[in-house]
C-alpha cells in the first residue's frame, strides 16, 4: 500500500492496528461485561451523586440561605460553578468543529469523549443556573413563551436572557453534532448486536447503511455542523462574560472579558479532555489510538490558552490603572492584595505559570505531569471565575457594605452533586457507546497508522 | 334610515305564536321539557359535585374565623386604617403618638404632630414598642406561684393579704401619670401603711440632688438645646438615651440645620462632647474628646478653671491640672457664647453636678439653656427611698410588695438583695406582663396590659398633659396596673371613668375631653423661663469630684439607644437593629481601644472574661474607635434571663458593677482582663469602618468653608471625553424615563442625621421586615430596607495609586474619629442597573421616577442585587415566616397580627427593597382623588421620613414647584446636594446634603 505519511509527523495510530483492530478494541467496551474498574468507579461516582443530590435537594427545600452568601455577595460558588462547567465544555466543540475545519486529523481518536464531555459539561453547567435560582421552579420564565400572566415577557436587555438562548443553542447544536457523528459507529455496533441491543442500537443508527450516498451526506452534515459550531464556540461564553462585563461593578465592567473568556474556556477545556482522555486511554488500554503525540498536542495548547489568559490578567491590571477611576484600580489591588488573596495567588500560579513546564517537549509527553498539571489548571480556572466573581463583589462601591465570602456545606455539596452527575453520565457514555469514532480513525488508518505497508490486514 | 319591517322567526311555532313559545321565550334553553332522567348537563353538575363532596371530605379544612360584621362598628370601615392619638410612657420615657389599627389592629406607631414635646417625632423603642403588643411571651393569666389563677381569686387574695399587711410597698418606675398617683393616694387611704416608692433603672437622682444642693431647686429642668450656640456634653447622651432624647433631638437640631439658599442660615451651634466610650451624641459632635470614668471630676473641675480664668469670675478650684482634647478651645468657646451656653452631663455623681451646676451658672446658661420654670417630671426615682425599701426589705419591716411593671431584680444594682427579701415579704405581687426576673420571685402575677391596651395619662412636664386611650381590647386576661390598684383599694370604678373625672375636674379646666381624647395632648402652654442662682459649695464639690482615683482598667457602664435598660430586650426589632455606633445587633459587647486591645493581647472575635473583683462576666471583644485608652465600656439592658426568647441574650453587666467596691455608680476600676476564646464573628450590619476616602460617597465640609462657598465639600467628577472634560449626567446612553406626573424623590440632610435608627425601625413596622436573628445577621443578611451606614474618618493619607499599603491604612479608623452617619436605602435610579439585568421584568421604572419590586414576578437570580452600586436589595435566603428556624414574630398567629395588610410579606427566594412606601404614596392619592383634588405636599408621609427625630429627610413630588423638596432642591442643587457616586450617572430620584461640621481648620480630619 502506497503511503502518504509525512516523515515527520508522528504516527497517530500506533501499533500497526488494523481496520478490524479498530472495530475490536472500541467495540469490545460496549459489547462486554462491564469491568471490575468501571463498576467500582460507576459505584464511586454515584454515592457523590446521591450525596450531592441530598445537598440539591435541601437548597432546594430550604432556600438558598444553605449557601455562604450574603447581602454584597450574592453570586459565589453557584456562578463560578456554572462558568466553570460551560468553560470545560468549550474543549469538545473546538476540538470536533474547528479542528475539524482546519484538518486537524489527530481530533479523531479524542473528539468523541471531548464532545461527550461537552454535553455533560453543559448539563452540569445548566444545573447551576436553575440551582442558583431563588424559586427554581419558575426557571421557564425566563424563556420568552406565549403566557396567561398577562403581558409578561422576557427582559431582552438582560444578560442572562442571552445566556438562556446562548446556552440552550449552544447544548441543541452540541448534542446534535455529537450524535450525528456516533451513527456510523452505532450502526458498526448494530451489526455486531444480537437480541434487544441489535434494536436498541439499530433505532439509534438511524438505518445507517454504508452506502457511497450516505457517507457522502454524512459529511457534508458534519461540516455544515461544524460550521454551525464555530461560532458557538467563540459566541456562547461571549456572552457568558457579558453577565459580568455589562455590569456597574468595577472588576466586571470590563471590556476585554469577551475573548478573555473563551481563551480561558478553551483552557480548561482541553486540561478536563486531557484528563479524561488519560484516564479512557489506561482504563480502556487505548494506548494506540491516544498516543504520546495527541497528549503533547493537547499540551501545547494548553500552554498557549494559559499564557492568553495570563496575558488578560495583566492587561486587566494595567488597564484599571490607566483609566484612572479610583473604583477599578481598588477592585484589582484588592484582588491581589486584599482579603481573597490567596484565591488570586492560587489562580496566577495555577494558570499562568504551572503550564510554562510544556515549553520542555520530554516534559510534555510525560504522562503524569500531563494529568497532574490538566488537573491544576482546571483548579486555577475555578478560581478565575471565584476571583472575578467574589473579589469584584465583596468590595465594591460601598465600603459599609463590604463583606467577606465564606463557604458552607451547602457550596460544597451541590458542586460535590456536579462531578457525581459528570461522573456517572461520562461513564454510562463509555460503558454504552463508542468511545472513539472508529469510522474517522479508521480514515486516518491509512495516512496516519503506523503500520507498515505490506501488513496483513 | 328605512325600516324594512323585516322580522326573523327561531322556528315554525314562534311564527305560528305556539303558547308553550311564549311562555318560555324569555328562557335561551327551556329544560322544563326534558323531565327525569339525568342528562348531560345534568351529569356534569353531579360528577361535579361528587368530586367536590369526596375532596372536601378527604381534607379537613381549618376553620377560619373570618366573620363580617353583623352591625358594623361606626369608625370600622373594611381596609380603611383608623388613627387614634395616645401616648408612649414606659417608666419616664414619653412620646406623644398615633396608632395606626386596621379592624381593630394596632399596625404602626406614627408620631403626634400636636405635640410640642416628641413634635411627631418617635425613637426606634418607641416604634419598636408596636411588636412588643403582639409578644407571643406575654402570660395569658394571671398567676399565682406560677399556675393559673381567676382575677377575682386573686383580687380576694391580695385584698386579704393587703389588709393584713403592716407594711405596705408599692414599687414602680417613674409614674408620670397624674391619675394613677391619684389611685396610689386612694389607695394609701386604703391602707395607711402603703408608699410608693419609684425608682429608675437609669437614675437621675444625683442630678436632682445636686439641683437641690446648688439651686435649691430638687427637680430636672428644661434643658433648651435650641437656645445654645455652644453645648458642652459630658457623658450624657442626651440624642440616644438621656432622660428625653426625642425632645433634645429637637432642641439640638434647631441650630444645626443649615441651608444655601443665598439668606438662608449659615449658622451652627458648636457642641464639644466628652466621654469615656462612643456613644450617639459623641458622634454627632463637632468636637469630641475622651476620658477615663475616674476623670469625670477632674475633667469638669479643669474645664471650670480654665472657663473662670477667662471669664475672670469665680475663685479657681484646687485641683489637679489635667489635660484632654480640645478643652481649651472648649472654655475659650464657652466664654464667648456666655449665656447661651449649655452644659449638660449624665455623672451619677453628685459632686460632680454640683460642678456643673457651677459652670452652667457662672456662665449664666441658668435661665437661658436651662429652665427652671419648667421642669420634666421623667425621672421621679428616688434612690435613697429605694435603698430604704430594699433594707426594709431584708430586715422583714415591709411584708406586703407591689411591683408596677418593674423589675429591680434584673434593673437595679441592688437586685440580688431584692430578690432575697422577696422570700421574707408576706405579700408579694408582681403587675408583670410577663414572670421576669422579679415577677418570678413574686407569689402573684397580676397580669399587666401593654400600653396600647391602656387608658391612662401622662404628665411629663409642667404645664403638658397627655392621654393614652386603648387601641385593641386586652388580648390576654390581663388588667393595667391603674385598675388593678384601684380595685385593691376598694372601688369598683372603671378605671377609664376615674380617669375621665379626674381629667374633666382637675385637669382639662372645662375644656373639652372629646378634644383631649382626640389630640392625645392637653397643653397649657410653658410657664416662663426661669433660672435659679447658684447656692452650692463649690470647694467642697471640687474636692469631693476629683477625690476619686481610678486604677488600671476602668469599667464604663452604659445605656445604648435601641435595648436601653432591657426593659424591652424582647422585641426581635429592637435586638435586631444595630447599634448606631457599633452596629453590632443581638448583643453586647467589651468595648476597647485599638491601643488598649493590643496592650491586652485581645482582638475582635476574642471572648474575654471581665473581671472586678470576685464577680466576672465573659462577653465578645469589639474594637471601638473612640473608646479612651485605658477603659472597657459595656452596655447594659443585656443578659435578661426571663424576658423571653428573644431578650435572653448578651451579658448583664450589672453583676461586675455589684461586684466592684467603691467606685461609682455605673463605672468601676481595677478591672481584669482575660481571653478565653477566640474565632467568634460578631453579628455586625457593617464590619468596614472607614469610607476609604470615596468622596464620591461622602462629601463634608467645614463651618467657616461653608460660608465662603455653599458648594464646600462638594465632589464634582468629570468624565474625560473626546470633547474634554464633562459631567457624568451629561453623557448617557439611556432615553431617560417620563415622569409626566409626579416624580418622586428624597432629600437626605447628612448635617442632621444623628444615626439614631428610627427609620429603621419604623420601615420595619411598615414594610414587614422579617427578623432574621443573630446567626444570619452575622452571615450578613440582614433584611432591613433602610439602614445606616456610619463611617469613622482615618488618619492615613488618601491613596489613590497602586499601594496596597496605602489602601489597608485607610482602613484603619482615627483613634478618635470624626462620624459620619448615612441612611442608606433604594436610590429609586433613573438609569437603574437592576432593571436592565432582570431576566423576567421583576424590577422596572415606574411612572412617576420609582423603581418597583414586582415579587410575584421574581425568580431569585439576584443579578439586581449584585449590579446594585448601593448594595440595598436584601434577599430571601429562606422563608422567614411559619418558619422554626425564625421563631420570632412571623412564627406565632400573635405575632402576625403586627402585619400592615398593605405590605405583601415575601416569600422565599424573592428579592426586596425599599419600594419607597409606595403603598403609602396610592393610599395618598387615592384620599387625593375621592376628594377630587391634586395631591398636596404632605399628603404623603413616608414611614421614615416621618419618624425622624431631626427631620433630615425630606420626601415629596420633585415635578411639583410648591413641594417642600422641590425648594430645598431649588437653593441646594447648586449648594450641598449631590447623588451618591455620581461618576457611574444612575440618576438616583434620592439626594444626600454635605454634612458640615462645626469645625476649625486646623481640627478637622476631612481630606
Same mark, same amino acid.
Given at each position: ?168 443553542? $449552544? ?7 455529537? $450524535? ?146 479610583? $473604583? ?130 | ?50 368530586? %367536590? ?70 425613637? +426606634? ?72 416608692? !419609684? ?113 475672670? !469670675? ?85 411584708? +406586703? ?202 482582638? !475582635? ?159 420595619? %413596622? ?55 452617619? !448615612? ?185
Amino acid at each position: 500500500m502506497s503511503s502518504v505519511v509525512s516523515p515527520i509527523r508522528e504516527h497517530l495510530v500506533t501499533n500497526g492496528k488494523t481496520h478490524h483492530d479498530v472495530t475490536e478494541d472500541i467495540c469490545r467496551h460496549v459489547e462486554a461485561k462491564p469491568t471490575k474498574e468501571w463498576k467500582i468507579a460507576f459505584t464511586i461516582c454515584l454515592i457523590i451523586l446521591v450525596y450531592g443530590t441530598f445537598w440539591v435537594l435541601r437548597t432546594w427545600w430550604e432556600g438558598l440561605g444553605v449557601w455562604g452568601l450574603n447581602k454584597t455577595v450574592g453570586w459565589a460558588w453557584d456562578i463560578t460553578n456554572f462558568v466553570w462547567w460551560v468553560g470545560i465544555g468549550h474543549a469538545g466543540t473546538l476540538i470536533s468543529a474547528i479542528l475539524l475545519l482546519f484538518r486537524q486529523k489527530w481530533r479523531t481518536s479524542v473528539n468523541r469523549a471531548a464532545e461527550a464531555m461537552t454535553i455533560f459539561a453543559v448539563i452540569c453547567a445548566a444545573s447551576f443556573i436553575v440551582m442558583h435560582m431563588g424559586r427554581p421552579w419558575l426557571a421557564y420564565w425566563a424563556l420568552p413563551f406565549p403566557n396567561t400572566f398577562g403581558s409578561l415577557w422576557v427582559n431582552f436587555n438582560s444578560p442572562l436572557v442571552w445566556d438562556v438562548f446562548a446556552i440552550s443553542t $449552544y447544548f441543541s447544536v452540541s448534542c446534535l453534532f455529537w $450524535y450525528i457523528g456516533m451513527v456510523p459507529d452505532l450502526a458498526t455496533i448494530r451489526d455486531r448486536a444480537t437480541g434487544i441491543r441489535k434494536t436498541i442500537y439499530g433505532i439509534l443508527s438511524l438505518g445507517w447503511t454504508g452506502g457511497a450516498k450516505t457517507w457522502a451526506r454524512y459529511e457534508d452534515v458534519s461540516l455544515i455542523l461544524s460550521g454551525l459550531s464555530t461560532p458557538l464556540v467563540l459566541s456562547v461564553h461571549t456572552i457568558v462574560s457579558f453577565d459580568f462585563a455589562t455590569s456597574v461593578i468595577p472588576g466586571w465592567h470590563t471590556t476585554i472579558f469577551p475573548p478573555y473568556f473563551v481563551a480561558g474556556a478553551i483552557f480548561s477545556g482541553f486540561a478536563m479532555v486531557q484528563n479524561l482522555m488519560l484516564i479512557t486511554r489506561v482504563v480502556y488500554k487505548l494506548e494506540d489510538y491516544i498516543t504520546l503525540e495527541h497528549i503533547s498536542l493537547m499540551n501545547k495548547i494548553i500552554t498557549l490558552t494559559g499564557s492568553i489568559v495570563g496575558i488578560a490578567y495583566i492587561t486587566e491590571f494595567f488597564i484599571a490603572a490607566y483609566s484612572g477611576v479610583e $473604583y477599578e484600580k481598588y477592585a484589582f489591588l484588592n484582588r491581589a492584595t486584599g482579603p481573597l488573596w490567596w484565591s488570586y495567588a492560587a489562580m496566577m500560579t495555577c494558570n499562568v505559570l504551572s503550564p510554562q513546564v510544556f515549553w520542555s517537549a520530554k516534559l510534555r509527553k510525560n504522562i503524569v505531569l500531563s494529568f497532574v498539571i490538566a488537573v491544576i489548571v482546571n483548579i486555577g480556572m475555578w478560581f478565575e471565575r471565584f476571583v472575578i466573581i467574589v473579589t469584584s463583589l465583596h468590595r465594591d462601591y460601598l465600603p459599609s457594605s463590604w463583606t467577606y465570602f465564606t463557604p458552607r456545606m451547602g457550596d460544597i455539596g451541590d458542586y460535590v452533586f456536579s462531578f457525581g452527575l459528570f461522573g456517572t453520565l461520562f461513564l454510562l457514555f463509555s460503558k454504552f457507546l463508542p468511545v472513539i469514532n472508529m469510522a474517522e480513525v479508521k480514515a486516518v488508518l491509512k495516512s496516519s497508522s503506523e503500520r507498515k505497508p505490506g501488513d496483513k490486514h | 334610515m328605512e325600516d324594512t319591517n323585516k322580522r326573523y322567526w327561531k322556528g315554525i311555532e314562534e311564527l305560528k305564536n305556539d303558547i308553550n313559545v311564549v311562555k318560555n321565550a324569555d328562557k335561551e334553553f327551556n329544560f322544563d321539557e326534558i323531565e327525569g332522567g339525568t342528562y348531560r348537563r345534568d351529569f356534569l353538575k353531579v360528577l361535579g359535585f361528587g368530586m %367536590a363532596a369526596v375532596s372536601l371530605a378527604a381534607c379537613d379544612a381549618p376553620v377560619r374565623h373570618t366573620i363580617p360584621y353583623l352591625n358594623k362598628p361606626v369608625d370600622v370601615e373594611p381596609g380603611i386604617p383608623n388613627y387614634y392619638a395616645s401616648s408612649y410612657v414606659q417608666g419616664g420615657d414619653y412620646a406623644s403618638i398615633l396608632v395606626k389599627t386596621v379592624e381593630g389592629r394596632p399596625i404602626k406607631i406614627e408620631g403626634n404632630s400636636l405635640s410640642t414635646i416628641s413634635k411627631g417625632c418617635l425613637s +426606634a423603642q418607641v416604634h419598636g414598642s408596636l411588636l412588643s403588643l403582639y409578644d407571643n411571651d406575654r402570660l395569658r393569666t394571671p398567676q399565682k406561684k406560677g399556675k393559673e389563677i381567676s382575677w377575682s381569686s386573686l383580687d380576694k387574695e391580695v385584698m386579704a393579704g393587703l389588709s393584713s399587711a403592716s407594711n405596705i410597698r408599692i414599687v414602680s418606675n417613674t409614674i408620670l401619670s397624674p391619675t394613677f398617683k391619684k389611685v396610689i393616694g386612694d389607695f394609701a387611704t386604703k391602707y395607711p401603711s402603703a408608699k410608693l416608692v !419609684q425608682y429608675d433603672a437609669s437614675s437621675a437622682y444625683p442630678l436632682v440632688q445636686a439641683n437641690e444642693k446648688s439651686f435649691g431647686k430638687a427637680a430636672i429642668p428644661d434643658y433648651k438645646f435650641e437656645n445654645a450656640d455652644v453645648i458642652v456634653g459630658i457623658n450624657a447622651d442626651f440624642l440616644g438615651a438621656w432622660i428625653s432624647p426625642l425632645e433634645y433631638n429637637a432642641g439640638w437640631v434647631t441650630n444645626r440645620k443649615v441651608s444655601s439658599a443665598k439668606e438662608g442660615k449659615k449658622a451652627m451651634s458648636r457642641h464639644y462632647h466628652y466621654e469615656p466610650t462612643m456613644t450617639l451624641t459623641g458622634a454627632n459632635a463637632d468636637y469630641r474628646g475622651r476620658y477615663k470614668p475616674s476623670q469625670e471630676g477632674l475633667l469638669v473641675a479643669n474645664l471650670y478653671n480654665k472657663v473662670s480664668e477667662k471669664l475672670g !469670675q469665680g475663685s479657681p478650684l484646687a485641683v489637679q491640672k489635667a489635660d484632654f482634647e480640645f478643652l481649651d478651645k472648649c472654655a475659650a468657646d464657652l466664654v464667648k457664647s456666655g449665656a447661651r451656653s449649655l452644659i449638660v452631663i449624665g455623672s451619677s455623681d453628685v459632686s460632680t453636678l454640683v460642678l456643673v451646676n457651677a459652670l452652667n451658672a457662672l456662665l449664666g446658661t441658668v435661665g437661658t439653656t436651662i429652665d427652671f420654670g419648667n421642669t420634666v417630671n421623667y425621672r421621679q426615682g428616688n434612690d435613697a427611698e429605694m435603698a430604704q425599701f430594699v433594707a426594709d426589705l431584708n430586715s422583714g419591716t415591709v411584708d +406586703a410588695v407591689i411591683f408596677v411593671d418593674a423589675n429591680p431584680v434584673y434593673d437595679h444594682l441592688a437586685g440580688p438583695e431584692i430578690e432575697k427579701g422577696l422570700k421574707k415579704a408576706k405579700l408579694s405581687v408582681a403587675i408583670s406582663d410577663r414572670a421576669d426576673e422579679t415577677a418570678s420571685n413574686c407569689t402573684y402575677i397580676a397580669l399587666n396590659t401593654h400600653f396600647l391596651e391602656n387608658w391612662g395619662d401622662a404628665n411629663p412636664k409642667t404645664g403638658y398633659y397627655s392621654l393614652i386611650q386603648p387601641t385593641i381590647s386586652n388580648i390576654f386576661k390581663s388588667r393595667q396596673p391603674e385598675a388593678s390598684i384601684l380595685k385593691w383599694s376598694g372601688s369598683d370604678t372603671a378605671y377609664h371613668y376615674y380617669l375621665k373625672s379626674n381629667w374633666q375636674s382637675n385637669i382639662l379646666g372645662g375644656k373639652s375631653w372629646t378634644q383631649a381624647l382626640h389630640d392625645g395632648v392637653h397643653e397649657l402652654g410653658a410657664a416662663p423661663v426661669a433660672g435659679a442662682s447658684f447656692i452650692g459649695n463649690i470647694q467642697e464639690a471640687a474636692a469631693q469630684a476629683t477625690a476619686k482615683k481610678g486604677n488600671g482598667l476602668e469599667l464604663h457602664v452604659f445605656e445604648n439607644t435601641t435595648i436601653g435598660t432591657g426593659k424591652n430586650a424582647n422585641n426581635p426589632w429592637l435586638q435586631e437593629t444595630p447599634d448606631p455606633i457599633s452596629k453590632v445587633t443581638w448583643e453586647n459587647t467589651a468595648a476597647f481601644s485599638l491601643k488598649t486591645a493590643t496592650e491586652l493581647g485581645i482582638a !475582635q472575635g476574642d471572648w474575654v472574661k471581665v473581671s472586678a473583683g470576685s464577680t466576672s462576666v465573659e462577653l465578645p471583644v469589639l474594637i471601638q474607635p473612640g473608646q479612651p485608652d485605658g477603659t472597657v465600656a459595656i452596655a447594659r439592658g443585656y443578659g435578661r434571663t426571663k424576658a423571653g426568647k428573644a431578650g435572653n441574650v448578651g451579658v448583664d453587666v450589672l453583676p461586675l458593677l455589684r461586684g466592684a467596691k467603691g467606685a461609682g455608680n455605673f463605672w468601676a476600676d481595677g478591672i481584669q482582663v482575660e481571653k478565653t476564646k477566640s474565632g467568634y464573628t460578631l453579628a455586625q450590619t457593617q464590619t468596614h469602618e472607614t469610607y476609604m476616602g470615596r468622596k464620591a460617597v461622602v462629601q463634608e465640609t467645614i463651618l467657616s468653608e461653608y460660608v465662603k462657598n455653599v458648594k464646600a465639600g462638594r465632589f464634582e467628577p468629570k468624565i474625560a471625553t473626546s470633547e474634554g472634560p464633562k459631567r457624568p449626567n451629561t453623557i448617557t446612553m439611556w432615553n431617560g424615563h417620563e415622569k409626566k406626573n409626579h416624580s418622586w424623590g428624597m432629600v437626605i440632610d447628612l448635617n442632621t442625621c444623628t444615626g439614631c435608627a428610627a427609620c429603621v425601625v419604623s420601615c420595619q %413596622a411598615e414594610n414587614n421586615i422579617p427578623v432574621v436573628g443573630k446567626a444570619e445577621v452575622a452571615r450578613a443578611r440582614e433584611m432591613h430596607w433602610v439602614r445606616i451606614d456610619r463611617y469613622y474618618s482615618s488618619d492615613a493619607p488618601r491613596e489613590t495609586g497602586y499601594n496596597p499599603n496605602g489602601y489597608k491604612a485607610m482602613e484603619v479608623a482615627s483613634d478618635n474619629p470624626e462620624v459620619i452617619f !448615612q441612611p442608606m436605602m433604594c436610590q429609586h435610579c433613573s438609569n437603574a442597573p437592576c432593571e436592565t439585568v432582570c431576566p423576567v421584568l421583576a424590577t422596572t421604572h415606574s411612572s412617576e421616577g420609582l423603581n418597583q419590586m414586582t415579587y410575584n414576578r421574581c425568580v431569585g437570580t439576584r443579578y439586581c442585587a449584585n449590579n446594585c452600586p448601593y448594595k440595598v436589595r436584601r434577599f430571601n435566603w429562606f422563608k422567614y415566616f411559619e418558619n422554626d428556624d425564625f421563631d420570632y414574630a412571623f412564627n406565632n398567629e400573635l405575632g402576625r397580627m403586627v402585619i400592615n395588610p398593605e405590605v405583601t410579606v415575601r416569600s422565599r427566594g424573592v428579592i426586596e427593597k425599599c419600594s419607597m412606601c409606595v403603598q403609602r404614596i396610592q393610599a395618598g392619592k387615592l384620599v387625593a382623588k375621592k376628594e377630587k383634588r391634586p395631591l398636596k405636599d404632605g399628603d404623603i408621609k413616608l414611614a421614615c421620613s416621618s419618624s425622624c427625630p431631626t427631620g433630615c429627610i425630606t420626601f415629596g413630588d420633585m415635578n411639583d414647584p410648591e413641594s417642600e423638596i422641590s425648594k430645598l432642591l431649588a437653593h441646594e442643587k447648586e449648594g450641598r446636594a449631590f447623588h451618591m457616586l455620581e461618576e457611574i450617572n444612575v440618576q438616583p430620584q434620592l439626594s444626600y446634603l454635605v454634612k458640615v461640621r462645626n469645625k476649625d481648620k486646623e481640627d478637622s480630619k476631612v481630606v
